[in-house]
Nanobody, 121 residues
């Protein structure tokens, strides 16, 4: 079983910054990808940023230059540093972890419960 727990959300004024953290724990053999997604009311969940095992990163176009994803491999932790926040960044932010539980087993995607980020204008 794998647990994914996010933290760091909150209320911030436009132009401000927040740092989200996500920790994956449990019987994990290896993690290939970790990422951040967000979902606002009435919209589909969308990818914000992800980091692949080798360290490559991908960002949604509207967060490039403002958000930075990073990872601590030894602690199975991924961070999302968000700067120059805009009201349209308001959403529930979810962390995902793509993990193998066994060396020869399949990779499963695990999700956290989400953390609310609200940006006031």
């Amino acid at each position: 079983q794998v647990q994914v727990v996010e933290s760091g959300g909150g209320l911030v004024q436009a132009g401000g910054s927040l740092r989200l953290s996500c920790v994956a724990s449990g019987s994990i053999f290896s993690i290939s990808n970790m990422g951040w997604w967000r979902q606002s009311p009435g919209k589909q969940r969308e990818l914000v940023a992800r980091i692949i095992d080798g360290g490559s990163t991908n960002y949604a176009d509207d967060v490039k230059g403002r958000f930075t994803i990073s990872k601590n491999n030894t602690q199975n932790t991924v961070y999302l540093q968000m700067s120059s926040l805009k009201p349209e960044d308001t959403a529930v932010y979810y962390c995902n972890c793509d993990a193998q539980l066994l060396a020869t087993g399949p990779t499963f995607r695990y999700w956290g419960q989400g953390t609310q980020v609200t940006v006031s204008s």
